[in-house]
Structure formats: structure tokens, C-alpha cells
């Protein structure tokens, strides 16, 4: 495996000793992408068969010291716009085309709208972002989509999206069944639809859809059709759907039942919503086998 793969394929939330900033070689931006951990409690609203969170090992911390992740993200910032970010392994061995620092991204080891600072701390590193003139660099959350709606949180999008920002929202199901056999979650499927249908109708959302084997078995055909089902709905609502990321297992998880789809298997799926839902943009995002 050369370093190139094993940094993409290296996404723990760790960098030297920083508490809550960490950089990675990401696919899905194709360039650098600086993640946000504003969940080192490791707490999380889901409880995802795919997850690959270690929630074995105790966090190093729980709590949210915004001063310190203001330092960590400002020397992570300069590391990637100076470029010595790219003298330091594994990111020396970036391509020439992934030597650019892409995006911003609240992503971490739990739901990041979960987090009470989450609106204090969007606000935070816009002005971080902004006082470099990083016009260009995204600023993603990556959400389960389960508290979109809640009054903090969308004081904290109305920032991000004044701020180049992008909003990748889960919906790994179409079924209530299967939503709750995958996501283990509390929070109503039906929420979880209204969020997003509510979200995309003000902006335009990313929906991130994780596919997988679980217990020997991938979606079946009415789960797909299904999650058609639910998209068409958002659209029809008048929800604006930017693009659909279809993604499968990438790293080892603590359920050895949770398994990646195989590649003709993500392509069969990604054709099917494909001619369900023309002219939407649908990125198909393969397993291991694609990095062996
Ligand atoms: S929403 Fe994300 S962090 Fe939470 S359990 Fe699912 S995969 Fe893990």
C-alpha cells in the first residue's frame, strides 16, 4: 500500500497532539480538507453499524475549549496555505491536483450539531477563514440530519453558508425499518425527512447515502425504491438537491458484519437511482477493493 492510499484511507481524527483539528487527503473534496472534532466526547445521536469511530478507547478529553481549536485550526491553516503542509509525511506525497486546501469540514466523532458551541464555533472559524482571504476554501458540515431544523443549529448554517459553505446531509434509508436497523438511532426517520426536505428547500444540500452489506445482504429492491421514493419527494417539495454521494464501507469497522459493496454492486445502484432521478448528479464513491 503506497503512503498516497494509506493517507486517504487514514482518517482518525488525529494530528500530533491536537485536541480538535486534524488534516486529510480526502477523497470526496479531492484536495485537503481540514476536519473540525467538535464531539471529542465521541457522543453521538446514531449509532451506525458502519461506524468507524473508536468508541473503545477512552476520549482524551469531553470537553470544548473553542480558544485551543481557534489555535490548532490557525496553525493548520497557515501549514496549508504556506504549503509546508506537503513537507510533512504522509503529505509529501500528495499529487501535484491534491496539493490544495479545499475545505473547512465539522465533521467528527459524533453529530457536530449535537455540540453546544456548534453556531459559536461555525462563527469562529468563518473569521479565521475570512482574516486569511480563503474566498476559495469550503466550509462543509458533514450532519446526520437530525437537528437541521433546531433553532442553535440554524443560526450556526445561516453563517456557513454565508461562508461558502456546503451542507452533506445523511440519509442512508428509505424505509423506516431499515433506517433503524442501520442508523440505531432514537430520532423519528420522519424527522430526519423533514429536516432535510426543510433544508434543501432554503439551500442546496449534498445528500450522502452509505450503502453496505449487512449481515450478507445489501439493500434489496424495494429498500432502493424506497429511497428513490424519498429524493423525488424532497424535489418535489421544491428541495434543490445538489448532488447525491453514493459511498460504501472505506475502513475497518467495530461490526464485522458491516461489509462494502462491491464495486458492480455500487454501480448497479447508482444506475438505478440514476434513471429514477434524472439530472441529478449522483458520485459514486467505491470500497477498499478500488484502493487494493
Ligand atoms: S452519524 Fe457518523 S459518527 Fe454518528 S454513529 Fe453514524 S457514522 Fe458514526
Redesign the pocket.
Known sequence: MTDLIKAHLDHRRVWRDFDYCYPVISRRSRGVSLGVNL?PDKA?????V????DRITPPKRRDLDLDLLDRELGLLLDLATSGEIYEIPPFDSARPEQRRLNDIAFS????PTTAREFADTVDRVARLKNQRGLDLVKLVL?T?SSRLQAPEVLKGLETLMANQGEIWA?LDAGTEAHYREI???QVPFQRILDNLAATARRWPILIQT?FLSWKGQGPGEAELEAYCGRLEAILAMGGRIQALQLYTVARPTPEPEARPLARLEMDVLASVVRSRLPGLPVEVYYGPEEWA
Open positions: 464531539n453521538c445521536n446514531f449509532d451506525c458502519y461506524c468507524e469511530v467528527g466523532d459524533g453529530e458533514i446526520d445523511k442508523c440505531r438511532s452509505l
